[in-house]
C-alpha cells in the first residue's frame, strides 16, 4: 500500500502530466467516405477558432475556420458535401489540443439537417425579413430574376456568428417576400474567399457556357486573395471571376479559367455587371479603392477593357437607368456606393458623368451594401440592402432588408431617389385595425388592445400643435410639430407636411423597424432589438389634440414554414 504522502505526488504528477498533454497542439484528422448529402459540424460560441481542411485524392477541395464545439454545441453547421459522394476525404482540424484528440469524432453524415424542426422558430428570428437558417450575413450579391424565381446570394459565413469565410449564399423566392434558403452556390478556394459581386442571365448565350435549353446563370464576383490560407499560399490577390448555371442556379459552375479580371489595385472588388443594350456589350463597375469607381466593358463576361474611372464612393457599387416620375420617355442613370449615397447623371456605356454632388438615400442605422435586381419581369426598379442588426444568443446573426422599390421624382431640392416596400409586402397581411377621422388627446392609445411582434402600420396624420408618434414595442417614433422633424432614437430627419398632413408607413418586424415618410421622400431602416422586458405593445400618443384622419394597423404573418 502506498503512503498517503506517495499517493498525493503520483496524483500530482498525473494532474502535471494531463495539464501538460492538455497544453500539447498538434492537427488531428480523420478519413471519411462521403455516402451522404450533408456533414455536420458542431458549433460553440466563443471557442477557439480552427481551421478545418478537407482534401480528396490529396487535392484540397474545402477550407473554413469554425469555432469548433469540443463540449456540447451551441448549434450544429453542415457543409454540402454531395458533389464529392462516394470519394474518400482526410479531414485535418487544426491546433487541437492533447486532451482533444477525438474532437473530429462528433462530426457525422446525413440526409437530413440536424435540428431542422428550429429552424426560424429562435426567439430573435425576424418574421418577413430575410436571414440565413445558420451563420453570420452581409452584403446582398447576385440578384436577379429568371424563370418565375427571384435569385437573392448573399455574403454568407456557414460556419458560424461573426464574419469570415465568405462564401456565397443562396435563395429564391417567387415573390421577393417568401424565400427558401439553397445551398451555398460559390465557396472559397484557391483564388480567395468569395466577396461580393452580382448576377445577369446571358440570353444571347456570349459567354458560350449554355449546354441545354435553359439560359445561363452567371455570377461575376470577387476572388479575394489572401483571405483564406488556400490563397495566401499560391500568393493570389483580389480579382474578378465567374460562376454558371444551367440548371436555373441549382448548381454551380466555376470558368475553368478564372480570373477574368486581374488585379487592379489594393483591394479592388465588388463588380456590378449589366447589359447596355445601346452599346450590345456587358458593362462592369468596379470598386478600385480609395473611392474610387472603374468603368469595363466586355462582349463576352470573360474578356474586359478599362474604359474609364471616377472618384466617387466606396465600394459595392450600383449602377441603373430610371425613368423621371415614371416617363420611360425622360431617364436618368444612378450611380451609388454602399452606404447609399448616390449620383444622378448620363452613362453612354463606357462613363458615367455625374449631373448632382453625392445625395443621401437614407436616414436609418443598419442600411449598407444594397444591390438592385437584374433581367426584371417587369419595369421596376427593386432593391435590397444588407441589414446590420446583431443577433446576440443567435445560430444566425445578421438580416436583410425589406425590398424596396425605388422611384425618381422631381422635388423642390431637384432629381430625388425614392424607396417603397414592394406591393406584394400587402400580401403579408391578417388582422386589421382602423381609426378613421378621429380626434385623439393626450393620453388617449387608440391603439392599447394590440400586441404584437409584426405589423405594417399605414397613418395619415393632420400635423397642428401638438406633437404626436407611436410606440412600438418600448422605442418611440416622434413627430417634432415645430421643427417639422421625425425622430427615431438618435436619429431624426426633416419631413415637411404635404397639404397640411404627413403620411408615414412603418414595417415593424421582432428586430427592426423600417419607416417611410411621405409615400418614400424620407426612409429610415432601424435597428431594434428586443430586450427581456419587451411588452409587444403598439400605441399612438400625442401631447395635446391630433386629427388622425387613417390609422390603419395590419399583423403581419411570418414567411416562414
Known sequence: MFRPTVLAFLMLLSAHLQAADDLLVADVTRDMTFTETYLQLPVKHGAD????????????????????????????????????????????????????????????????LKDAKGFYKERLRPQFHFTSRRGWNNDSNGLVYYAGEYHLFYQHNPFGWAWGNMTWGHA??????????????????????????????????????????????????????????????????????????????????????????????????????????????????????????????????????????LKCFHECPELFELPVAGDSAQTKWVLYGASGEYMIGDFDGKAFTPETEAIGFHHGDCFYASQTFNNMPDERRVQIAWGQVPTPGMPFNQMMLCPVELTLHTTPDGLRMQAFPIKEVRDLRGNRTLIRNRVVKAGNNPLKALRGDCFDINAIIEVGESDFGLRLRGHELIYHVDKQTLTFGKRSVQVKPREGRIRLRLLVDRTSIEIFANQGEVYMPMRCVPNEADTREIAFFSEGPVTVQRLAVFELNSIWP
Not at 481551421?51 to 454540402?80: G, H, K, M, Q, S
Not at 464529392?84 to 482540424?93: D, E, P, Q, S, V
Not at 424565400?179 to 478556394?189: F, G, N, R, T, Y
Request: net charge negative; hydrophobic share 35%.
Open 49 to 112: 477558432k480552427r481551421l478545418l481542411r478537407i482534401r480528396i485524392d490529396d487535392e484540397l477541395v474545402r477550407e473554413f475556420v469554425i469555432e469548433y464545439a469540443e463540449t456540447e454545441p451551441d448549434y450544429w453547421v453542415w457543409l454540402d458535401v454531395s458533389p464529392f459522394k462516394g470519394k474518400t476525404a482526410t479531414l485535418t482540424l487544426a491546433g487541437v489540443r492533447g486532451g482533444q484528440a477525438k474532437a473530429l469524432n462528433t462530426v457525422f453524415q446525413s440526409d437530413e
Open 172 to 309: 429564391v423566392s417567387r415573390d421577393m417576400i417568401h424565400w427558401q434558403e439553397l445551398d451555398d452556390a460559390i465557396h472559397p478556394d484557391a483564388l480567395g474567399t468569395v466577396f461580393s459581386g452580382s448576377a445577369v442571365v446571358d440570353k444571347k448565350n456570349t459567354t458560350g457556357f449554355k449546354t441545354g435549353s435553359e439560359d445561363p446563370i452567371v455570377c461575376i464576383y470577387t476572388s479575394a486573395g489572401g483571405t483564406n490560407p488556400w490563397s495566401r499560399d499560391a500568393g493570389n490577390k483580389f480579382t474578378q471571376s465567374l460562376a454558371y448555371s444551367n440548371d436555373r442556379g441549382r448548381t454551380w459552375t466555376l470558368y475553368a479559367d478564372n480570373p477574368v479580371l486581374a488585379h487592379v489595385r489594393g483591394s479592388n472588388r465588388d463588380p456590378k455587371v449589366i447589359w447596355h443594350e445601346p452599346t450590345q456589350q456587358w458593362c462592369i463597375v468596379l470598386y478600385l479603392d480609395e473611392k474610387e469607381m472603374g468603368f469595363y466593358t466586355s462582349k463576352d463576361l470573360k474578356t474586359w477593357t478599362e474604359t474609364s474611372r
